[in-house]
């Protein structure tokens, strides 16, 4: 694993044990002879917990096809997984899980004691993007109701699941969730906020459904803070992590830890650049040489991993 800094304010968090785990869950996912003979010589419960749920979490990343593992190294799921403290049997939601990548080793970690849920934007906010059309405005809303399709098919054994947008989440689910996951899924939600209250909405949808003692995970493309808040205002791809971080405690938030996982300090976007000329998407940037082997040189983008919970 790649041995990144944490900071953790002095608010009793420790990222090492999981969360309302008092024993260690059924372990429907196999575990490496090595994994086992560590957990047969742990010394304490707690341990062994840790233990297998690595085992596990390491087992659902390695088992995806090559071209999922081959964006990892980017996106580091195993660590950012592990800063967010999810753990097998944790009920989960996942905002905009999109093609699912994120949702491939979610359904293998959580395993069947689990629960997934995704959710999407709102079925009105496809249109405001301008550039789709009906019939794909059609697609996109009706992904939303066959998130729990997608999911079985991810895992023999994998967790419950059901799809919903942020302005119909089930009232009661309210104060059922663990951890609720924003993976790049910010900038839309900001841009839109204006004119539909679309980023107020989501998190007050998150707030609602998390558990007292759950977290809020989030990773977000992150842009400079000396550049103009027009253009960090989502649009770009890029929000600021100061204004990320007041989003979230206007809706009823504390950020409790930060982390420099998916840090890229190459990516510094003057006001003229967004987020998808980077690899993998080379918006603008593929079709010219010198321009593809400077953003090839920068990597994927600059995201902050962020950690919430109720503010008390």
């Not at 062994?48 to 096809?65: C, D, F, G, H, P």
């Not at 997608?150 to 059901?162: L, T």
């Not at 650049?273 to 010198?290: F, H, K, M, N, Q």
Request: glycine share 8%; proline share 5%; with cysteine.
């Amino acid at each position: 694993m790649l041995n990144k800094s944490i900071t953790l304010p002095a608010l009793g968090l420790t990222l090492a044990v999981t969360f309302g785990c008092s024993e260690a869950p059924k372990n429907e996912l196999p575990v490496a002879g090595s994994a086992q003979k560590m957990v047969e010589q742990a010394k304490s419960p707690e341990k062994a917990i840790v233990t297998v749920n690595q085992a596990k979490l390491e087992y659902a990343v390695q088992a995806r096809n090559d071209e999922d593992k081959s964006r990892d190294g980017a996106r580091n799921p195993i660590e950012t997984l592990e800063f967010f403290q999810v753990a097998p049997g944790m009920v989960v939601a996942e905002a905009l899980p999109g093609g699912g990548w994120y949702s491939k080793v979610l359904a293998r970690y959580l395993g069947s004691e689990g629960t997934l849920y995704g959710i999407n934007y709102n079925d009105d906010m496809w249109a405001r993007f301008g550039f789709f059309d009906e019939e794909s405005i059609q697609k996109s809303i009706e992904q939303t109701t066959k998130f729990p399709e997608m999911v079985s098919g991810f895992a023999e054994q994998g967790p419950q699941s059901s799809g919903f947008t942020f302005n119909s989440a089930p009232k009661e689910l309210a104060g059922t969730v663990d951890r609720v996951l924003f993976i790049r899924a910010l900038h839309n939600l900001s841009r839109f906020e204006n004119e539909a209250d679309t980023m107020s909405g989501a998190l007050a949808a998150a707030h609602m459904m998390l558990k007292e003692n759950g977290l809020v995970g989030v990773v977000q493309h992150q842009g400079p803070e000396k550049n103009s808040d027009d253009w960090a205002n989502g649009g770009s791809g890029y929000l600021k992590k100061s204004a990320v971080i007041e989003a979230f405690k206007t809706a009823g938030f504390e950020l409790v830890a930060e982390s420099d996982i998916n840090e890229n300090r190459k990516d510094v976007p003057t006001e003229e650049e967004i987020v998808w000329r980077l690899p993998p998407s080379y918006s603008g940037t593929a079709d010219d040489p010198l321009l593809k082997n400077k953003v090839d040189a920068i990597g994927e983008s600059n995201r902050m991993t962020l950690l919430f919970k109720k503010a008390q």
